[in-house]
Nanobody
Framework: QVQLVESGGGLVQAGGSLRLSCAAS????????MGWFRQAPGKEREFVAA????????EYADSVKGRFAISRDVAKNTVYLHVNSLKPEDTAVYYC?????????????????WGQGTQVTVSS
């Protein structure tokens, strides 16, 4: 079981950017496919991005493709989500997660370890 702690969220204006971080402990991020999900009030948690254990394969939700970028730093045992060109509809709590499998997935049920989330609020 890997413990994940997100950070880097905040309040930004539309068009702004943030770098969300997910620090892992109790396991190395290179042993897992890693993902980012988000949940807005009144909505279900939705897939945002994922990266394979190797770091060579990434997947993005259509709503964020071209604006967000998932990456990792194995030496720091940290996964990042660069959120760019932010829109008010990106406002949500962002969660990182470690997958049960080593390959990328969009399915929330394929992820077994979750962080506490970090709030991203985008003002118009």
């Amino acid at each position: 079981q890997v413990q994940l702690v997100e950070s880097g969220g905040g309040l930004v204006q539309a068009g702004g950017s943030l770098r969300l971080s997910c620090a892992a402990s109790g396991g190395t991020v290179s042993n897992y496919a890693m993902g980012w999900f988000r949940q807005a009030p009144g909505k279900e948690r939705e897939f945002v991005a994922a990266i394979s254990w190797s770091g060579y394969i990434t997947e993005y939700a259509d709503s964020v493709k071209g604006r967000f970028a998932i990456s990792r730093d194995v030496a720091k045992n940290t996964v990042y989500l660069h959120v760019n060109s932010l829109k008010p509809e990106d406002t949500a709590v962002y969660y990182c997660a470690a997958a049960k499998k080593s390959y990328v997935s969009r399915d929330i049920n394929d992820f077994g370890s979750w962080g506490q989330g970090t709030q991203v609020t985008v003002s118009s």
